[in-house]
C-alpha cells in the first residue's frame, strides 16, 4: 500500500491586519487574501506587522487559509526584490 503524501504549496504574502488569537489576514502573489494562522513556534517570538512580507503554506483544503511558516526580514526582502520573486508585492 502507498502512503499518501501531502503537497505543500508556498507563496508569498503580505499582511493586512491581524484579525487575533494568532491570525492575520495576508495578500498573496496570486491575487488572493488568505485567513493565515502563525505557528506555535511563531508566537510571540516573531512579531509579525502590516506590510511585513511572509511565506505562507498554503491549505490543500480552502483556498482562503494558509499557515505562516517563515517571516522575512529587511535584508531577506530586498534579496528577493533583486530576484523578482515577489511579483506584484
Known amino acids: 500500500m502507498l502512503k499518501s503524501q501531502k503537497c505543500l504549496v508556498f507563496s508569498f504574502l503580505k499582511k493586512i491586519y491581524t484579525i487575533g488569537n494568532g491570525r492575520l ?9 488568505r485567513q493565515c494562522t502563525i505557528r506555535g513556534k511563531f508566537r510571540k517570538r516573531v512579531w509579525i506587522s502590516a506590510g511585513d512580507i511572509i511565506l505562507v503554506e ?14 522575512y526580514f529587511p535584508e531577506e526582502v530586498k534579496a528577493l526584490k533583486k530576484l523578482k520573486e515577489l511579483g506584484s508585492l
Request: net charge positive; proline share 4%.
Open 25 to 33: 489576514m495576508a495578500n498573496c502573489t496570486d491575487e488572493v487574501t
Open 58 to 71: 498554503k491549505d490543500p483544503y480552502s483556498k482562503k487559509k494558509g499557515l505562516v511558516v517563515h517571516k
